[in-house]
């Protein structure tokens, strides 16, 4: 029997991972991910992402950003870090 598919909106991501689906920049997700203008859950020393939050997130922002652009992920309020563990 096949293993069921993940859910990828409800999956944890890297920040390479998330970059690709994204098609932006990964050192640009970090920055936006320091700064709280994206969530992101922390790890120890590692930080993930879920894309369906960026995707929400970015919406709230408006039109500045949207998957594939080659514009930045937008400004807007912070969001908070999440700590696991």
Do not use: H, W
């Not at 096949?2 to 390479?16: G, S």
């Not at 590692?46 to 992920?73: H, N």
């Not at 807007?76 to 563990?85: A, C, I, K, L, N």
């Amino acid at each position: 029997m096949a293993r069921p598919q993940p859910d990828l909106d409800q999956t944890l991501m890297t920040a390479a991972q998330l970059a690709a689906a994204l098609q932006v920049n990964e050192k640009d997700l970090y920055r936006k991910a320091l700064r709280g203008e994206i969530p992101s859950y922390k790890f120890g020393k590692c930080r993930r992402f879920r894309l369906s939050e960026v995707l929400e997130a970015s919406r709230d922002r408006g039109p500045e950003y949207r998957p594939g652009a080659r514009k930045s992920l937008g400004l807007g309020r912070p969001m908070p870090v999440r700590r696991v563990g």
